[in-house]
């Protein structure tokens, strides 16, 4: 089924199986490439695309945030690369333990 559905859906472009699909009520929609989401003017608009720059990947884009809050504006960082914070996570949690309880102590119950 899915090879004859194929050779038909590929007689004509995506526009026009779109308009006749939603003509005749059959729900529908297209997966958006990425040249499309790209150029979009309301993705762009509204900063939900924007482009960072990653010590690691140099330029990339990466999804901005749904919200833009006036008095906290929004920030965009790039991901770390796993691992890159082990050693201080480490070294914090070692600075815990020690400050926590000495290794030597006794509770006695009162």
């Not at 809050?69 to 070294?91: C, D, W, Y």
């Amino acid at each position: 089924m899915t090879e004859i559905l194929n050779e038909v859906l590929r007689e004509f472009p995506l526009a026009y199986w779109e308009l006749t699909f939603n003509a005749a009520r059959v729900p529908c929609g297209h997966v958006i490439q990425w040249s499309e989401l790209h150029e979009h003017r309301q993705i762009l608009e509204n900063n939900f695309l924007v482009e960072i720059k990653s010590p690691d990947w140099g330029e990339m884009w990466t999804g901005g945030p749904p919200y833009h809050l006036s008095v906290t504006p929004e920030q965009q960082i790039p991901t770390a690369l796993i691992g890159a914070h082990n050693e201080e996570i480490r070294k914090e949690l070692e600075e815990r333990r020690s400050s926590a309880i000495p290794r030597n102590a006794v509770t006695e119950d009162k």
